[in-house]
């Protein structure tokens, strides 16, 4: 009877001993994979939170440098450079035109109103490039003025802006912000124009680019290509419609 009882209670000790080692073990195996993918699940958490504020940005239309490169722009204006004084008094103002966004080539950024730098040595006159902003031609159309409503800037330098201004073909959508107000656009042509002086600087000096129209449309205007041995031959010529 006694023995029956102890080996009764020896089996529950064994039971019991069984059983705390297996949590034992799985606590053990928790731990192990927990210390072993801290690493991948601390990049996941982060690559989530990082998509979902991209995703929020794109929602709701705004280009996170949108400001900088407004600020930088109007430091231009405010505090030039013994070096770029000139060409910063070429930069008037801020435009009434604020932003001009091309999803199709990433493009959203800060307007500025630029003007025409003093006549070179050869005779020639040139626009003015916004740095870090895109340029609105002093002179030329403004939303709902049915006129020629011209834009440029750096694809190289300065923000490179329009480094890929070539991704607008004909049928993608472009949004111009007077104020508030949006104006949409549909690309309508793409051309390369060669430029007068192939090579030697970017600066925009052709003038039938910037001509008025019958009725409305903007042109953007960027030396074209921004890089290789054929480096701003031409002018990429981007024109868009109502």
């Excluded at 006549?119 to 340029?135: C, K, V």
Aim: aromatic share 6%; glycine share 6%; charged share 15%.
């Amino acid at each position: 009877m006694h023995s029956s009882a102890a080996a009764q209670r020896l089996h529950r000790i064994r039971v019991i001993t069984s059983n705390l080692l297996k949590q034992l073990n799985w606590h053990q195996r928790l731990l192990q994979f927990s210390s072993k993918h801290i690493g991948i699940t601390i990049v996941m958490i982060c690559g989530i939170y990082i998509s979902v504020q991209v995703l929020s940005v794109r929602a709701f239309g705004i280009n996170a440098t949108t400001g900088i490169t407004r600020l930088q722009a109007q430091r231009q204006i405010s505090q030039p450079s013994s070096s770029t004084q000139t060409e910063a008094q070429s930069l008037i103002a801020v435009s009434p035109i604020t932003r001009v966004v091309i999803p199709a080539a990433d493009i959203n950024a800060a307007v500025l109103t630029v003007g025409m730098l003093p006549t070179t040595s050869a005779g020639d006159q040139e626009w003015n490039i916004a740095r870090y902003a895109i340029g609105h031609h002093e002179k030329t159309g403004i939303p709902g003025q049915d006129k020629n409503i011209v834009f440029s800037s750096y694809a190289s330098d300065y923000g490179r802006i329009f480094a890929t201004l070539d991704k607008a073909i004909p049928g993608s959508a472009i949004t111009v912000y007077k104020g508030d107000v949006a104006h949409t656009y549909t690309v309508v042509s793409q051309k390369l124009v060669k430029a007068p002086h192939p090579g030697t600087r970017e600066q925009i000096s052709d003038s039938a680019l910037v001509a008025p129209t019958l009725g409305e449309q903007v042109t953007f205007i960027t030396c074209w290509p921004p890089n290789g041995s054929n480096r701003y031959s031409s002018y990429l010529v981007v024109v868009a419609k109502p």
